[in-house]
């Protein structure tokens, strides 16, 4: 499968929810998570879905009043891949608030 073509600050919080969670979660309940608007989860998630990171199916049954809701969980390339964006992120994260742009392989020493 290939990548998502965008991982960004919400995708890297989605894919964090999606690793935390120990059962399958539904959008609303990861919209609540990460405290990001529906407009923004929902997009993710099909992106997600269309890169194989994510699989979702229906619940069977529901004992809660209203439609059923369509449960998320991570492929075992998702939590792979997912796993990888986020560290990537954080790498990139801290060089940016370090001041210095992130390198794209191994960090080298610089001495004076």
Known sequence: MTAPQRLTAPTIEVLHALLDATDPVWGLQLVKITG???????????????????????????????????????????????????AEYRVRAAARAAGRPALGGAATAVTA
């Open 36 to 86: 990001r608007p529906t407009g923004t989860v929902y997009p993710i998630l099909s992106r997600l879905e269309d890169a194989g990171w994510l699989a979702a199916d229906w619940e069977a049954e529901s004992d809660h009043p209203g439609p059923r809701r369509r449960l998320y969980r991570l492929t075992a390339e998702g939590e792979v891949e997912g796993a990888k964006a986020i």
